[in-house]
């Protein structure tokens, strides 16, 4: 969906907040046990969050009408404010956490659930950054848009990922990695 810049970047402002209400609800009461096991919880939701990232997008976004046609203008037009806006993400997570409390304590639900939000929050930065960024030539976040951009071109149907390669190589999807990509030692 276009946007304003408002509501392009109300994850920024919404999502810490989630974060923050899913450490303290989680935590209040937890033991010192749940709490020693609530790092390994949000580990385990911001790994679970990169590999649905890359099924949505690869399943999702580009084969579920209508999905696949607002995702389709996000391709036409890659540098407008284009996304899933706040007001339909974050309800989203939240009724994840309540459904991760109906399977697991309140402590490790919470930090699973803040795992989730978490890897959600840096997908939608590193997004942001590979469509309206400058990078260090040879950096880091030049590799991510030099792969996402590979994504973007016409007839791709790979580099789904955008938080990590990591399942596009799974699942076979990355793109053929470019001379210039060999040569920098990427």
């Known amino acids: 969906m276009r946007m304003s810049r408002w509501s392009y970047r ?21 033991s010192m046990r749940q709490s020693e096991e609530w790092p390994a919880w949000v580990l385990a939701g911001l790994a679970t969050w990169t590999l649905l990232e890359y099924l949505l997008h690869r399943w999702v976004l580009h ?17 407008e404010l ?18 991760l409390t109906q399977a697991l304590a309140r402590p490790a639900a919470g930090g699973a659930a803040a795992g989730l ?3 959600y929050l840096a ?11 400058r990078a260090a030539p040879g ?20 580099d789904f990922g955008v938080s990590t390669a990591f399942w596009d190589r ?3 999807t990355a793109t053929t990695v470019g001379r210039d990509d060999r040569r920098a030692g990427r």
């Open 10 to 30: 109300a994850d920024r402002a919404v999502f810490p907040m989630l974060l923050a209400a899913a450490g303290s609800v989680s935590l209040w009461h937890a």
């Open 63 to 79: 084969r579920v009408p209508p999905f696949k046609r607002l995702h389709a203008e996000h391709h036409e037009h890659p540098f």
């Open 82 to 99: 284009i996304g899933t806006p706040t007001w339909l993400s974050a309800p989203l997570f939240v009724l994840a956490w309540l459904t």
């Open 117 to 119: 939000m978490a890897g």
């Open 123 to 133: 997908y939608s930065l590193l997004h942001d950054a590979a469509h309206h960024r």
């Open 139 to 158: 950096g880091w976040l030049a590799r991510v848009k030099r792969r996402h951009a590979r994504h973007h071109q016409p007839g791709a149907n790979g």
């Open 170 to 172: 799974v699942f076979g």
